[in-house]
């Protein structure tokens, strides 16, 4: 479904990612794990076409997004075009970045009557849904400086979710919030992967790791150093890297 | 020679002292507006990716605000006609003259007003947009623009209450405001004191509607549910992990 090749990203003299290349199939959970620092933030940035990456691909769905010539890079008219493979990824942040001008169904309604088209009336409808998906559909009307920081994350994975995106990215989604608020935002987030949703999650909760995901990434020092099934890299790491990490983690 | 309140009473009222507020205010708005709307363009000019537009703006910001406005005003409505003969007719007068002037002037300041909101906006905020699919001018209307403006609404109310007093400058070109009246009912009755007064309270008045427009519309940019119509309730918190299980298995 999401597929990356060769992906190298760097600040100026600072490499950040060094030819990354992962895959992730429908209807699977993808967790990236390694320290920060490690590149796995801008990596999911850059699967997410919201950073451009210097050189690699990204194919979403078998479309091509990104190839790592110059002429694909951030273009004037290409802008349309990154809008729209944009509207196709669900991204979710580590501070929610909730409109704070719009009440929880107005942001969630803002891609779909701006993006998608939809009639305000329709779209409303579908927050609404949307809204109760995440448990959130009572507190449609309130305004985000109202809402806790699980509830402000819930409307926004509901805001994510409304564009019916191919894959969903998160991006450390529970790292902002307070202890006692972190498992709402993990439920929501194993019910999704639970219902088929192919996701890609940036996360420091191994527990939720262990649990939910297909497959688990480990980056460090800007590539991927070893991926395998949770239980594999948990109990038996291939990779002494991999060990270090998480043997500092216990 | 004591106050005399009858005489204070009937320029406060009278129609002349009416017609140069009138003015006043009509020149403050339409300037404010210009200015607002150059600003705004003056202010994306300055961020722009195009080092041609950014440079041209800094020049611009400079210039408008190094140079004071009454010599604004005498330059477009004296010198500017030396220039441009087209401007030495009837419909160049000194409304419209001030009106541009103080426009030209105002949008420099406008401009840094303007991109100090714009700066307020977080980051996460655009790109929480982008990665909803909008492009970048539905980036900038629907989520940066609404955010900047009720940041640097209270500093641009400052602005327009200052431009509404730099519009008694434009007495020197003439233009028939507030000031200008009362200087000519100070010429015809040596009545410094009730004239000036009038003036003042004319002043008090426009200014105090100023801040109440003002008000209006920071209530509304409050970003409360509970700045919602009386009578419309809120819904009981019903939220946390029971309430998501119970609602994705309806689902």
Redesign the interface.
């Known amino acids: 479904m999401l597929k990356a090749q060769n992906l190298a990203k760097s600040y100026g003299p600072v490499p950040i990612l060094t030819g990354v290349s992962l895959e992730v199939k429908a209807g699977t959970t993808s967790v990236i794990i390694g320290r920060s620092g490690s590149g796995k933030s801008t990596l999911l940035r850059c699967l997410?076409l919201?950073e451009t990456p210097d050189a690699g691909t990204v194919i979403l769905d078998g479309e091509q997004v990104f190839d790592g010539s110059a002429a694909h890079r951030w273009r004037f008219g290409r802008?349309?075009e990154l809008?729209?493979?944009?509207?196709?990824?669900g991204?979710v942040?580590q501070?929610f970045?909730?409109?704070?001008?719009m009440?929880a169904a107005e942001n969630v309604m803002?891609?779909l009557t701006?993006?998608r088209k939809i009639g305000r009336r329709a779209a409303r409808a579908v927050a609404v849904e949307h809204l109760?998906?995440?448990?959130?559909?009572?507190?449609a009307?309130?305004?985000p400086?109202?809402m806790s920081g699980g509830?402000q994350q819930?409307v926004?994975i509901a805001?994510?979710l409304s564009?019916r995106p191919k894959v969903m990215l998160f991006d450390e989604p529970t790292s902002a919030l307070d202890a006692e608020l972190v498992?709402?935002v993990l439920?929501?987030m194993r019910?999704l992967s639970t219902e088929g949703m192919t996701m890609v999650v940036v996360t420091h909760e191994l527990r939720f790791a262990r649990e939910v995901a297909n497959e688990v990434l480990f980056v460090d020092g800007g590539t991927i150093v070893e991926s395998a099934p949770p239980e594999q890299i948990f109990d038996s790491p291939q990779e002494e890297q991999t060990r270090v990490f998480l043997s500092a983690l216990r | 020679m004591s106050f005399d309140w009858q005489i204070f009473l009937n320029m406060v009222t009278s129609a002349t002292f009416a017609q140069g507020a009138g003015i006043a205010v009509v020149v403050t708005v339409i300037s404010a507006a210009i200015a607002t709307v150059a600003g705004l363009f003056l202010a994306l000019a300055r961020n722009s990716r195009y080092s041609v537009l950014r440079q041209s703006s800094v020049v611009y910001i400079f210039v408008g605000r190094a140079i004071p406005t009454l010599l604004w005003l005498l330059l477009v409505w004296n010198a500017l006609p030396q220039v441009i003969p087209a401007l030495r007719s009837e419909w160049f007068s000194p409304f419209l003259a001030a009106i541009v002037a103080l426009s030209l002037s105002e949008a420099a300041y406008m401009a840094e007003i303007i991109r100090g909101g714009i700066m307020s906006v977080?980051d996460?905020?655009r790109?929480?947009?982008?990665?909803?699919?909008?492009?970048?001018h539905?980036v900038f209307a629907?989520?940066v623009w609404?955010?900047a403006v009720?940041v640097f609404l209270p500093t641009a109310g400052n602005e327009f209450i200052s431009l509404l007093k730099l519009t008694s400058l434009a007495s020197v070109i003439s233009l028939q405001e507030l000031l200008t009246v009362a200087g000519h009912k100070v010429s015809a009755t040596y009545r410094f004191a009730e004239a000036y007064a009038a003036a003042a309270v004319w002043y008090l008045v426009i200014v105090s509607v100023f801040m109440l427009i003002q008000n209006q519309i920071e209530r509304n940019?409050r970003?409360?549910?509970a700045a919602?119509p009386r009578g419309q309730r809120?819904?009981?918190?019903?939220?946390?992990?029971a309430?998501?299980?119970?609602?994705?298995t309806?689902?």
């Open positions: 997410g919201l802008e349309r809008a729209r493979h944009r509207s196709e990824l991204m942040f501070r970045n909730l409109f704070p001008h009440t803002l891609g701006e993006v109760a998906k995440v448990g959130l559909d009572a507190l009307d309130r305004y400086s109202e509830q819930r926004a805001r994510a564009m498992n709402e439920q929501v019910n | 977080e996460g905020q790109e929480a947009g982008r990665a909803l699919g909008l492009m970048p539905k629907k989520i609404p955010q009720r940019m970003w409360k549910s919602r809120l819904p009981r918190r019903r939220s946390g992990v309430a998501i299980e119970r609602r994705m309806d689902a």
